[in-house]
Each structure stands twice: as structure tokens, then as C-alpha cells.
């Protein structure tokens, strides 16, 4: 079982004047945590009989029992050994995952969260197939998207020692490898699911595989583009005083804006829906780019 915590005896309150966050519990944040307490505190209310039943179904089996049972990759993460694993884990989400899930918003952290989770299941089956519960993996992960954005945020051991999260999380992985090297069985910590959710973590942001922000990508240059086809530059303009071209750009510029909210609106409604502004608008500007 994956028992072991990720920050032992760690008051991990940081100051987050050095990032612009003012702390508060986020919405996912909190229904992280009130998902896994509450199937926590479920599991202990149906006994020992009942506890067997849930590992069984849903911890994470790396036996051909997976095939019959897809859910445990997923399902895994919300279960936990003991009161105080998942008191450490839960310490984790709520100190390191609001920063992240108010930069990106709530489905982008889940999602984050839920890949770094299956990251870590992955490389356990592949290189410790054991029988594992928590969600160390996923945390971990979250764990290396924060020191990736706010390196030098302190993290108060016991909380007097201040320490640069860069550092910290580096520690913890270091202490993993030295772990998964060892191959040590006994342990009760799943080394290689740890480095799986961290590695997972680590290339997420690296490959910027965040939903929201390539849509955010595909829009600026699907705009970007419409611009260009619609209202094309004037070669010109660089021959007419500073003044004039400067109040030519902001002129372009608004006239760009206002096409780009006809453009959407036809998107959204069809052209039966433009006003005879809207419709002279476009009849403007194709004039001009014919012109051009």
C-alpha cells in the first residue's frame, strides 16, 4: 500500500505575496477534499468486510484483474490506507493546489491532477506492480507544477524553516529515485508511482497539454488569421508620417475588433442573425480588402 507521505511533519504554509495569490480554498480544491474524506470515512463506517470489499474493487491491481475492472487507475487515488495518510496527502492538496487550480481554473487542474494520478499508476505497473491506494502520484505531480511556477516560494518546516519549493519538491523526488533504486518491498511507499505522477506532471507543462490554454492558442491565431484575410496591411504605411500611421493602427485596430464580433456572431447565429450595421460592416471591409 502506498502509506507513506510525501512530507512528513511539514507545516507547508508559504507566503503568496511573492506570487500575487491571495490563499483562499478553491472550488475543485474543496471537492477534492470532501471526495476523499468522505470515501474515507465510508469505508471505516462498513468494517473490515467492507474495506476488503472496496480494495478489492476499486485499489489499483496490476493483475489481469485491471482488464475486468478499468475504473482502479482512477479510483485508486481516492483511497487511502489510514486516518493518517490521508491526512498528510489532503495537507498537500490543500496547501499547493489552490495557487494552481486559481491560475488555470478548476477543469484544468483536475484534469492536471487525474493525469499525473494515471502517470503514476502507469509507471507502478510497469516497474513495482503492487497493490496500491492514495493519491501520492497525483500529488506529487501537483507538487512539481508548483515549484515549476513559484520556484522560490518559501515552504515552512515545522513552521520556522523556510525552504525554496524548487528545492523541497526536488528533495522528495530524489528521495523517490533513491526508493524505486533500492527496490525496497517492504516499504509500504509507492516509489515509482510518486516519479510516475511527477514525471507525468513535469511533461504536461512542458508540452502545455492544458485543454483551455490551446483552445485560448487556437483562438488568438484563428483571430489572428481572420484579420489578416479580412483587413490586410497596407504596404503604404510606412511611407506617411508617424502621427497618421499611429492613428491608422488604432483605427485598424477597432475596425478588427468590430469584425471579429461579426465574425463570432455569425459563428454563433448564422448570418440571418446581423443587424443592417453589421451586414454594411462586412460589405466595408471586403471593399477594401478587394480595393487592396
Not at 487556437?218 to 500611421?245: G, K, M, T, Y
Amino acid at each position: 500500500m502506498d502509506r507513506t507521505s510525501l512530507v512528513p511533519e511539514i507545516d507547508m504554509a508559504y507566503s503568496t505575496r511573492s506570487f500575487g495569490f491571495s490563499y483562499s480554498l478553491t472550488p475543485m480544491v474543496k471537492r477534492l477534499l470532501i471526495a476523499n474524506v468522505a470515501i474515507f470515512f465510508v469505508t471505516w463506517v462498513l468494517g473490515p468486510r467492507g474495506q476488503r470489499f472496496i480494495i478489492d474493487w476499486f485499489a489499483f491491481q496490476p493483475t489481469l484483474e485491471l482488464l475486468s475492472r478499468p475504473w482502479v487507475p482512477v479510483t485508486y487515488m481516492f483511497l487511502h490506507a489510514d486516518l493518517w495518510h490521508l491526512v498528510l496527502n489532503m495537507l498537500i492538496l490543500f496547501f499547493f493546489g489552490p495557487p494552481l487550480e486559481a491560475k488555470w481554473g478548476g477543469r484544468e487542474f483536475v484534469y492536471f491532477y487525474l493525469a499525473c494520478g494515471l502517470g503514476g499508476a502507469a509507471l507502478s505497473f510497469i516497474f513495482q506492480p503492487v497493490s496500491m491506494v492514495g493519491a501520492s502520484g497525483a500529488l506529487l505531480g501537483v507538487m512539481v507544477a508548483f515549484a515549476m511556477n513559484w520556484p522560490n516560494a518559501p515552504i515552512y518546516i515545522w513552521g520556522i524553516f523556510p525552504i525554496q519549493a524548487k528545492y523541497l519538491v526536488g528533495f522528495f523526488v530524489v528521495m523517490d529515485l533513491l526508493g524505486a533504486q533500492a527496490g525496497v518491498e517492504g516499504s509500504g511507499t509507492a516509489h515509482f508511482a510518486h516519479l510516475g505522477g511527477a514525471l507525468t506532471g513535469f511533461l504536461y507543462l512542458k508540452a502545455d497539454w492544458r485543454p483551455r490554454e490551446k483552445l485560448r492558442q487556437f483562438q488568438r491565431a484563428a483571430s489572428r488569421s481572420r484579420r489578416l484575410a479580412i483587413v490586410p496591411r497596407d504596404d503604404n504605411a510606412e511611407e506617411q508620417p508617424a502621427e497618421a500611421s499611429g492613428q491608422r493602427q488604432r483605427d485598424e485596430a477597432k475596425l478588427y475588433d468590430k469584425v471579429d464580433a461579426v465574425l463570432d456572431k455569425i459563428s454563433a447565429e448564422g448570418m440571418s442573425a446581423l443587424t443592417p450595421a453589421e451586414l454594411e460592416l462586412l460589405d466595408e471591409v471586403s471593399k477594401r480588402h478587394r480595393s487592396n
